[in-house]
């Protein structure tokens, strides 16, 4: 039985790296069929078999990646979990698999969004890096759980996890030129969600400059290409300059030509070129840009999952809203107002995409002619969104859910909400506008902050002058009161720790370096 299985692992093994040449799905059938029937006939404790496992399970993830079948993508988990149980195995191919794993299940939590598959993901990975001579596999895959999981919680050490594992350098004999793709990929985009919380140029460059080098590294038959398309394209179109954004629609293109509909990122992708189209029709002014883009958004939405259809519903509320300032056609007010509340009913309460939901929702609620006659039905929920402070992938959706409670308050004459409102954005302001952001960013913040005034007026209004103080000092004094912070005796530390008060030191010279800006 053992000679046959090893038969089977040996046309297996061939047909595999037929398949990874050619790409055709006959081989990769045929590969993963004689990988099974090696597998059973090889005992459990036979040397061979936990190879074997791994390389079926490897040729089941990348038939999931054509067909979408998840019957292959959950068989494939099975697998790897055979193989690291199976006896005499060693710590090194134990952490090859835990590796192999850790993408697995990062590819089951894309499908369905389960928290718990990332996590166990990102488990699975270190596990590898600490067991394996060599973890490259295992750095790779945990910076592309750490950023998936950053963008589920806001959780800014994950962030900069990715940051650190994008960025260190690919050593080895292990796929060289495919992990440092997948770095580069994560590189891009960990930089691009760091500029769009930071507005640092820098980044924004440096995002651009590893898309277009990991692209660079990929012929135009490699199965991988499209992604790396797809995510220069979601840097290119972040750009102010027209030139970057019509870059940005020729990336989405190029990755949908290249996948297939049946692909189970086809649907981010479509997705993807429909936000190129809609800020390249911002920078153009082109309607036909704006036409094209609702079109692909509404096919995008046609082949969601589960894990990905709130986006989806979102991008399709926000490119109606945009349709209704262009044309001021009311159908697309209830087209995007219907896709928004879809998209809030299935977004959990914690989730940090949803305070930008609810903005999105209040934004086409009062481009509604009979606004008034929905606010009871859309107002608790803007109240809800400021009340629970809790992570936003984008901290301008938080300051934005509390200006836009803020207006609303004052203009209805409601207090109560219009400073409950002003107290948040107050709040948010040494955050917005944190020391480690140019000058130029953190006033620019600032000033798109609703005014200190403003919020002692409605302080005064509800009869709290105290309150009024306290809100005017810290809406006022920002930048000063960090400014001060900055200046801290560190003599006492010095006398402790001198090395860790001169690295202090030299922090606090950071802060206070001049800029071009000042």
Not at 51 to 63: E, H, K, P, Q
Not at 344 to 373: F, K, Y
Not at 417 to 435: E, F, I, M
Request: hydrophobic share 45%.
């Amino acid at each position: 039985m053992s000679t046959i299985g090893q038969l089977y692992s040996l046309r297996g093994t061939v047909r595999l790296a037929w398949f990874r040449l050619r790409h055709r799905r006959r081989s990769l059938d045929r590969a993963i069929s004689h990988l099974a029937r090696a597998a059973a006939r090889l005992g459990v404790s036979h040397p061979d078999r936990p190879l074997v496992l791994a390389a079926l399970s490897n040729g089941l993830i990348w038939r999931y990646e054509l067909t979408s079948e998840t019957a292959d993508l959950d068989d494939a988990l099975g697998r790897l979990r055979d193989a690291i149980a199976s006896p005499g195995v060693s710590a090194d191919e134990r952490g090859a698999f835990l590796g192999d794993l850790a993408a697995a299940l990062r590819t089951r939590f894309i499908r369905y969004g389960r928290p718990a598959d990332l996590d166990e993901a990102i488990e699975a990975a270190t596990g590898a890096i600490r067991q394996c001579e060599d973890p490259t596999s295992g750095i790779t895959n945990r910076a592309l759980a750490l950023l998936d999981r950053y963008e589920r919680t806001a959780d800014l050490g994950d962030l900069l996890g990715a940051l650190r594992d994008a960025r260190t350098p690919v050593r080895g004999s292990v796929r060289v030129a495919l992990h440092n793709g997948l770095r580069l990929g994560v590189l891009v985009s960990a930089l691009s969600s760091r500029y769009q919380y930071t507005d640092d140029p820098q980044d924004l460059r440096d995002a651009i400059a590893a898309g277009r080098k990991a692209l660079a590294t990929l012929s135009r038959v490699d199965p991988y290409r499209a992604q790396y398309a797809a995510l220069l394209s979601g840097v290119l179109r972040l750009s102010d300059e027209a030139a970057l954004r019509s870059e940005g629609v020729d990336m989405a293109e190029e990755a949908l030509r290249d996948s297939s509909p049946e692909q189970v990122d086809h649907a981010y992708r479509l997705s993807s070129l429909s936000l190129a189209l809609l800020m390249r029709h911002l920078s153009s002014g082109d309607e036909d840009d704006l036409r094209r883009a609702r079109e692909v958004a509404d096919d995008a939405l046609a082949s969601a999952t589960s894990g990905n259809r709130p986006m989806l519903l979102q991008r399709v509320g926000l490119l109606a809203r945009r349709w209704f300032d262009v044309t001021f056609d009311a159908t697309a007010l209830a087209t995007g107002e219907q896709a928004i509340r879809e998209a809030i009913e299935v977004t959990a309460a914690e989730h940090p995409m949803r305070d930008g939901l609810v903005c999105e929702l209040v934004d086409l609620w009062r481009r509604h002619p009979d606004s008034a006659q929905r606010e009871g039905d859309v107002l608790p929920l803007l109240v809800d969104a400021v009340r629970r402070p809790g992570p936003a992938v984008s901290l301008h959706n938080a300051l934005r859910a509390a200006v836009r409670l803020a207006e609303l308050g004052a203009e209805s004459g409601d207090t109560v909400q219009a400073l409950l409102g002003y107290r948040r954005a107050v709040d948010l302001l040494p955050t917005a506008a944190w020391p480690g952001l140019r000058r130029a960013v953190r006033e620019a913040r600032l000033a798109e902050a609703p005014r200190a005034t403003d919020a002692v007026a409605q302080a005064v209004k509800a009869g709290e002058p105290q309150l009024a103080i306290e809100l005017l000092e810290a809406g006022r004094s920002v930048i000063w009161s960090q400014q001060l912070d900055l200046r801290t005796d560190l003599s006492r530390l010095r006398g402790a720790a001198p090395e860790l008060a001169e690295r202090m030191n030299g922090i606090r010279g950071w802060f206070e370096r001049p800029t071009v800006e000042s």
